[in-house]
């Protein structure tokens, strides 16, 4: 499974992005995509996650800010909104298998995604 991330960039706090992630190859083993972060110095960490019913699950930090959707069975868009200074990172696509416990194995290439105060 391959991941390709798109989106990102630079914005001013409160503003607004989205990202997106489309999944290719074995695909029908996917169960659950989304997106984890890593600020500098930070680990890296859930953002949210979707499953292949659309069971969603979202940082404490994000809810109600973020929204992710999944398009189809192979592609999944954020869409962030009131961006903070401190959602400033690197944002990666993941995606984890039937029976794969979260975070999957699979990842993409990470985004920056930058928010000036």
């Known amino acids: 499974v391959q991941l390709q991330a798109s989106g990102g960039g630079l914005v001013q706090a409160g503003g607004s992005l989205r990202l997106s992630c489309a999944a290719s190859?074995?695909?029908?083993?996917?169960?659950?995509m989304g997106w984890y972060r890593q600020a500098p110095g930070q680990q890296r960490e859930l953002v949210a996650t979707?499953?292949?019913?659309?069971?969603t699950n979202y940082a404490d930090s994000v809810n109600g800010r973020f929204i992710l959707s999944r398009d189809n069975r192979d592609m999944v868009s954020l869409q962030m909104n009131s961006l903070k200074p401190e959602d400033t990172a690197v944002y990666y696509c993941?995606?984890?298998?039937?029976?794969?416990?979260?975070?999957?194995?699979?990842w993409g290439q990470g985004t920056l995604v930058t928010v000036s105060s």
């Open positions: 979707i499953t292949r019913g659309l069971s």
């Open positions: 993941n995606a984890a298998a039937f029976g794969q416990p979260p975070p999957g194995a699979y």
């Open positions: 190859g074995r695909t029908f083993s996917i169960n659950q």
